[in-house]
């Protein structure tokens, strides 16, 4: 090749040999190893830039070339078009995910990352469970006084998890830049906004706790309404060390340490199982007993996340008031999820508010099969999490490849849709072959029993869901999931209405659910199959990663 002739158009292409190909392992950080550059005009010059040498001084990659034509320079164009880059990736990067690693060995990978993070959202529903089952077993208008009393505690907590999501994503965001004294800091102003929100909700909940609940159930049912309340003023104390607790196991998931959440689940559902069998069946305390134990497993759990964050060399003691900017950043970060998650806990708890109309036998029914509902679809959320945690860096990233992304949703597609089936089996199975361990009462065993078809309906479509809501959180389509959830939620909650209306009872409610289910799964399957969309489309994705949010 003669750099020295006049202008002319030639093209070729560098192997940058800095940039390894990663393990046949499935690696949320793979990268395209071709460089791909373009010289379409070139006149003589002293320098051409090659951007492929690693870096050593102020001029790297420029290497000199000679000329004897004093006059003459060479204009040296690097064209990285979003559309070559797209074909490369396509082409050659998109197989790492089929032709170094099969299928197999991908799940293998996403089910050693999320399996052990089932903790963070399976702790609150299988404490509310084991609740269930004991009270059941002695008063039928206690057990349907925990509906309302569960709604109120555990629904309204899924409202604070935008801590979970800004805890996570930007302790991890801090390890990247390998700041400790950052994370520290974001630890600390995390820590004062859960304490915050937890005082505030103590407040609320002995202020406005029994106006709540007499809102919420009518003030027609005053024995469920004095039974919820009891529960719900004694739960109410462990707010501010619930809510803090919180934010420290996010921030030992965004540490990688997804076993801690193992721990402290299985600590805090032992003392709450051990506890209810003492305080209920023994000492008679009742829903009482319920409440106190399962209050005190929370105390200790949030304890146990702290000490885990100081094992680490965090002061998980230390709070620090957020800044106006700081306080804006959560509050960006978080807003859009928090939208979506208001959408699902109104419609849930409108689910228990229709039962509740139904009398004291379908609301008790609408407990347990709402409960056994709760605790085995949060075993989804780590697959939504898993997107999270691995499609930005493909979407957005320097080494991106919508190919690998398409990849990795069809992994997480097929182990929500197994999860689903397994989960949907084995929770249909335990009130058909087994109800008297959630209740003794002939009634409520026949008003379970009538609902098992769209029970497991909703609860196979829930992991798949999961799967697709993390991928459009992965892709910053926030907007989109915020108001598709709120209008899906709007419409399904007019149909709930009529079918109330009608006659249909508690089957009504959970083929609503159904309803909200099955047309969210559409919808968002939708979202993400445009050829705009995404996962397809590079014009959708030409945003600059320096000043990527994090998600």
């Known amino acids: ?72 320079e060479v204009e040296v164009s690097v064209l990285e078009k979003m559309q070559t880059l797209d074909e490369v990736s396509e082409s050659n990067g998109g197989d790492e995910l089929t032709e170094n690693g099969s ?78 004294s950052e994370v520290q800091h974001q630890i600390s102003i995390l820590l004062f906004v859960g304490l915050a929100c937890g005082f505030f909700m103590l407040f609320f909940t002995k202020c406005y706790g029994r106006w709540a609940l007499t809102a919420f159930t009518g003030a027609k049912n005053t024995e469920i309404i004095t039974a919820a309340n009891t529960y719900v003023q004694i739960r109410g104390l462990v707010w501010p060390a619930w809510l803090v607790g919180w934010v420290a196991q996010s921030a030992s998931l965004g540490m990688k340490d997804s076993w801690g959440p193992v721990k402290a689940l299985a600590v805090a559902s032992a003392i709450n199982g051990i506890g209810d069998i003492v305080l209920c069946r023994f000492l008679g305390f009742g829903i009482a007993g319920a409440a106190w134990a399962t209050m005190v497993s929370q105390v200790v759990a949030a304890y146990m996340m702290i000490e885990a964050l100081n094992k680490k060399g965090y002061n998980g003691f230390a709070i620090s008031i957020p800044s106006r900017n700081e306080f804006l950043q959560i509050f960006t970060l978080a807003a859009p999820a928090f939208v979506a998650i208001l959408s699902k806990v109104v419609f849930y708890a409108l689910l228990v508010y229709f039962a509740t109309a139904m009398g004291t036998k379908a609301v008790a029914a609408h407990q347990v099969m709402i409960q056994l509902y709760c605790i085995c679809a949060v075993w989804g959320e780590p697959l939504s999490q898993t997107a999270q945690s691995f499609m930005p860096e493909l979407i957005y990233g320097a080494n991106r490849s919508l190919s690998k992304v398409r990849e990795l949703l069809k992994s997480l597609v097929i182990i929500g849709t197994l999860s689903g089936l397994i989960l949907g089996s084995i929770g249909t199975l335990l009130p058909w072959l087994f109800p008297k ?85 559409t919808v968002l399957l939708r979202r993400l199959t445009l050829p705009d969309g995404i996962l397809y489309s590079q014009h959708s994705t030409q945003i600059q990663p320096g000043k990527m949010k994090t998600v």
């Not at 395209?32 to 040498?53: F, K, V």
């Not at 001029?59 to 000679?66: A, N």
């Not at 996403?110 to 004991?134: E, H, N, Q, R, Y």
């Open 103 to 180: 299928l197999w060995d991908q799940v293998t990978e996403i089910v050693k990352f999320s399996g052990p993070a089932v903790g963070l959202w399976i702790c609150g529903p299988l404490m509310s469970l084991i609740d269930t089952a004991v009270v059941g077993q002695g008063s039928s208008t206690e057990l349907a006084a925990l509906g309302p009393g569960t709604v109120f505690c555990d629904y309204t907590s899924y409202l604070f998890m935008f801590l979970s999501i800004a805890t996570s994503n930007l302790v991890a965001t801090s390890l990247a830049r390998q700041d400790k």
């Open 437 to 521: 361990i959630f209740s003794s009462d002939p009634e409520v065993v026949h008003e379970m029993q009538k609902v098992l078809i769209p029970f497991f309906i909703a609860l196979c479509a829930a992991p798949p869901i999961n799967c697709l809501e993390g991928t459009l959180m992965a892709g910053r389509d926030l907007k989109f999931l915020s108001i598709s959830m709120s209008g899906i939620a709007c419409l399904c909650t007019l149909l709930l209405l009529g079918l109330s209306r009608s006659g249909y009872g508690l089957s009504g409610c959970w083929f609503g659910l159904v309803a909200f289910q099955l047309s969210l799964f």
């Open 1 to 72: 090749m003669n750099l020295q002739s006049t202008t002319h158009n030639f093209h070729f292409s560098f192997r940058c040999p800095y940039v390894q190909t990663p393990n046949k392992k499935f690696n949320p950080k793979l990268t395209s190893p071709n460089t791909d550059l373009r010289i379409t005009s070139c006149r003589i010059n002293h320098r051409i830039i090659t951007n492929c040498s690693p870096p050593r001084s102020g001029t790297d990659g420029v290497t000199q070339i000679p000329s004897n034509e004093e006059e003459k």
